[in-house]
């Protein structure tokens, strides 16, 4: 059997081409690997964790590339190649300062064949944490299914289980995504959500009440269905956490905002490392919320995502100093 890793995670990485402006003024793309369970375990695995992915890929340079991209981060790689289908590919257009718009060409990918078998062969690893996400249940009938499968599985066999809603509004409906994921989050020791996407596994929605009362009721819901931990990610607002002992917050990390994109997955890369160290709560959150401010501070899904050592490097100096 294989040694046992830190943090699995599975889902589809793609092909990202990303325009500095409107797609349809031409002009030059950059190529970078774009998926929400692998930005986690790039994240993860910076901060010094043993890290598998396990997906499906196309024979074809896009997969080849991928796989490299991940590998290179320390990332060990259970995958399949098949033939018959493309990697799925992404285009994302900054359409103004505030403003990204995702273009996706995935229907029928690679990525979207994922199934049980596939899962199987990467639970051998024994990990940790099983991190999953909502956008691997919307890309078929077999991965959802595989999906379900590795979220009882392993929450049987007493791994915890991270699941982010991660809803995609042009994978699926919210009435979709709902009857899939309030069942599937039954299995979660930690359940990660937007401050909008609580809805979508919680099994009913509040009475008429404010915005904060209906984020609380909601989550006192997941609690009572055995959900350990409700992680609410608001953006620039900061974050949240409810758990059967009380609520927790914490304000975002102050940095220049340039790029929005994954900083999501970068803060639950935090809150999982944090967990995985054994930090408490707050000490979760504030992981999380660095992580999350490197994210937006820097261009890249991931890729300027900190090691260990660069942690402390935010909130520690002033805005526009250079270390010597």
Partial sequence: MSAA?????????????????????????????????????????????????????????????????LRSEGIQVSHRVDAGRSTGVMFLEQRTADLTRAFYYRAGSAGSTLKREDIDQALIAGPRVLHLTGITAALSPEAQAALEY??????????????????RSKLWTRDEARAVLAP???HAGILIASDDELDLVASAAPARKSDDDAETALAARLLEQGVGEVVVKRGAAGAGVHTASGRFEAPPVAV??????????AFTAGYLSALLDGEDVAGRLQRGAVMGAFAVSTAGDWEGLPSRSELAMLGTAATGTTQR
Avoid: C, K
Avoid at 26 to 33: A, D, T, Y
Avoid at 38 to 62: C, I
Avoid at 256 to 265: K, L, Y
């Fill in 5 to 69: 890793v830190d943090l699995l995670t599975f889902g589809e990485s793609m092909v990202s081409l990303r325009s500095a402006g409107p797609l349809s003024a031409g002009g030059s793309l950059g190529m970078h690997v774009a998926g929400a369970e692998s930005n986690v375990a790039v994240g993860v695995a910076r901060l010094g964790h043993t890290v598998s992915w396990a997906g499906v890929v196309g024979a074809d340079p896009h997969g080849e590339y991928i796989l490299r991209q």
């Fill in 150 to 167: 590795a979220a009882e599985r392993a929450a049987a066999e007493g791994v915890v289980v991270s699941l982010d809603v991660n809803y």
């Fill in 184 to 186: 599937l989050a039954r």
């Fill in 256 to 265: 220049t905002s340039i790029d929005t994109v994954g900083a999501g997955d």
